[in-house]
């Protein structure tokens, strides 16, 4: 065995320097390549998915745009086409999920694996210190998931595209609003932030819980409880939102609320009462001429002609990156308020 | 210079006290051996030394005054915990990468040579080599972090003899070469006689004894005489009392200057017997200076 010189205790103390951040680079790669490398097997099965609908999507719209004549039946095929891929629109909400799978697989292991498996014990006990050890390892991961989601949000971006167009209205072509509550948080920074918010909630949850299934389940619940809740509750505040007596309102526009007046008082919310309708507006009669059903437009035709208005709250679509940006930089504040708990938690926890 | 430095040490989890009130000094250039029943703190003061826990009362510092867990403690310190856990998915070759990436000092040739020499083989998992081959990678590991101090807790209990037996050479080789201090927790007493010349008694959460054990061997002695009289040592300093037929053993605290009386014999004391009367005795404590306790009344253990 080679015989080893104790070096000087003395000068070594004095010019104590702590052990360099980057030499986590390797341990965090090798520790966590197998989560890491599990993400991008989804995003990739992901993206050839999204690539491969994508591209059918964007052809039907482009037929459906380019067809000249719009009245002619051929032209009205391409249009029913395009339309009639409903289902690459619904899908969508598939894709919700991904960021809270991401964040509960790879965040919450972090800390829960160690804890559960007395690791710890070996890894807080290193020269490089455990509260170093903790913020290194959590901030690498975040950043490489939070670029991940972001690149695969680019992707999602550009498959919805034909939706938000603005001409579509009078094509008659399917349009969706950017803002609506399922598409809203899929594009834009809103898809990397979600990401970064459930990385972070994870690797709360795996040092509060100390184990790793249990973790990641709290992780998936406590993510689910803050996207619908901002969702449902918080997004439609983040600017005044317009209100309107027009019935020509934008397709592209996120309708928040809709209530009628007459004579300047509040007669209802929402749809109309069926007694109403039947009253002022009796729809016609079946097996008549007319075979299509009166379209909610034209039902608010029929009674504003009787005295009453339509109101709609609503988000127009150019506040679709003032939004983002807003629901980024909370999400953004509270990633690191949580990553910055977890690491004072594993700083100051008694074992 | 003191490695490990108590006073009034206190851990609590939850309402139950696991160590209290413990106060000791141990020196460097020592093997210290803790050593106490299942539950009586030994972890809980390794993990107060290695700053893995935070004390609920009174002050814990090492290797001459820093607070346990700061950088430059760790730097100083390398902890081999019960059960020696490793990433098992890890192999022992990345075991070594990973524990020189995360110090500043680490001697990779000497552990590779040291894994060379217990026939450990760089690229197996270290889950699964067998149960003495990953305390001695954890040990190889600790020891290549060139610390001031080695803090091992039950480092031997789940070992065979022939693996206990090279864990504690390895131990001892590191001491005699570097100088390490080293403190181990142990309830394998036979392992001690051998190793340790610093002894700690813990019980029920107590410091018991704490003293060299050159110097607690000197203080005391085994009397042997007859049973009847054994009650007159009442107020003496008896630590235990064993009792066979006629004969009576009396474990005094007396040097082999004392006077021995008449029909007693009066013989030197080895660690092991030492440290069973001791744990045998929860009231019973030996502290060096003022913390000394008052001698509590022995009880009789017939044989």
């Not at chain 1, 919805?160 to 594009?187: I, K």
């Not at chain 2, 703190?41 to 609920?56: D, E, I, R, Y």
Request: a positive charge; charged letters at 15%.
């Amino acid at each position: 065995m080679t015989t080893l010189t104790v070096p000087a205790r003395s000068e070594q103390d004095a010019s104590l320097r702590p052990v360099p951040w980057r030499r986590m680079a390797w341990v965090t790669w090798r520790q966590h390549r197998l989560a890491l490398g599990g993400v991008a097997a989804l995003l990739g099965a992901l993206a050839m998915w999204l690539w491969i609908v994508g591209r059918h999507l964007h052809h039907a719209y482009a037929a459906a745009t380019a067809c000249h004549a719009a009245s002619s039946p051929a032209c009205a095929d391409l249009t029913s086409s395009f339309n009639g891929m409903y289902a690459a629109l619904a899908n969508g909400t598939a894709l919700q999920p991904v960021p809270a799978l991401i964040g509960a697989f790879v965040g919450a292991p972090v800390l829960a694996r160690e804890m559960e498996s007395g690791t710890f014990r070996y890894a807080w006990t290193q020269g490089f210190g455990r509260w170093r050890w903790a913020l290194a390892k959590l901030v690498a991961l975040a950043v490489v998931v939070t670029a991940a989601a972001g690149a695969i949000s680019v992707l999602i971006a550009w498959y919805y595209q034909p939706y938000f167009a603005t001409g579509n209205q009078t094509l008659s072509l399917t349009q969706v609003s950017p803002l609506t509550p399922a598409l809203f948080d899929l594009h834009g920074v809103a898809f990397a932030a979600w990401t970064l918010v459930a990385f972070a909630i994870g690797a709360l949850a795996g040092i509060l819980i100390r184990r790793v299934v249990p973790a990641i389940v709290a992780t998936l619940a406590a993510y689910t409880g803050l996207a619908v809740a901002a969702a449902t509750l918080l997004r439609q505040h983040y600017l005044t939102p317009l209100a309107t007596s027009s019935l020509n309102v934008p397709a592209s526009a996120w309708i928040t609320s809709q209530w009628w007046t007459k004579g300047g008082k509040f007669a209802f919310t929402g749809l109309p009462p069926m007694q109403l309708l039947q009253q002022f507006c009796p729809a016609p009669p079946l097996g008549s001429v007319t075979r299509s059903k009166p379209s909610s437009v034209s039902l608010a035709q029929c009674l504003s002609r009787h005295g009453y208005t339509r109101w709609t709250s609503y988000q127009p679509a150019s506040r679709f990156w003032p939004f983002q940006w807003i629901e980024g930089g909370w999400l953004l504040a509270l990633s690191m308020l949580l990553i910055a708990a977890t690491v004072w938690l594993v700083r100051r926890r008694a074992t | 210079m003191n490695v490990v430095e108590a006073s009034g040490l206190g851990k609590r989890y939850g309402r139950t006290w696991a160590l209290r009130d413990c106060s000791l000094a141990i020196p460097a250039g020592h093997v210290a051996a803790l050593v106490g029943p299942n539950g009586a703190g030994k972890t809980t003061l390794l993990n107060l030394a290695v700053g893995l826990a935070a004390p609920s009362a009174g002050d814990v510092t090492v290797l001459g005054g820093r607070p346990p867990g700061s950088l430059a403690a760790l730097d100083g310190i390398a902890f081999v915990a019960q059960d020696t856990p490793l990433y098992k998915n890890l192999s022992a070759a990345e075991m070594l990468h990973l524990t020189r990436n995360l110090n500043r000092r680490f001697d990779r040739a000497a552990a590779e040579a040291r894994l060379a020499e217990l026939g450990i083989p760089l690229q197996r998992k270290a889950g699964r080599l067998s149960g003495g081959q990953q305390a001695q990678l954890a040990l190889t590991l600790a020891l290549a972090r060139r610390p001031r101090l080695l803090v091992l807790d039950e480092p031997v209990a789940m070992l065979d003899p022939i693996a206990r037996h090279d864990f504690m050479a390895t131990v001892l080789t590191a001491m005699a070469d570097d100088g390490v201090s080293v403190l181990l927790s142990s309830h394998v007493l036979a392992e001690l006689e051998r190793v340790a010349d610093f002894l700690i008694l813990l019980s029920q959460g107590h410091v018991q004894v704490a003293g060299e054990v050159d110097d607690l061997l000197a203080s005391h002695r085994v009397l042997t005489g007859p049973a009847a009289e054994a009650a007159k040592y009442a107020e003496r300093p008896v630590v235990h009392v064993r009792r066979a037929e006629a004969q009576a053993h009396l474990l005094v605290r007396a040097t082999a200057d004392d006077p021995v009386p008449p029909g007693w014999e009066a013989h030197p004391v080895g660690l092991e017997e030492l440290a069973l009367a001791y744990l045998r005795e929860p009231g019973a404590a030996a502290l060096p200076g003022p913390a000394r306790r008052r001698d509590a009344e022995p009880s009789e253990v017939t044989t």
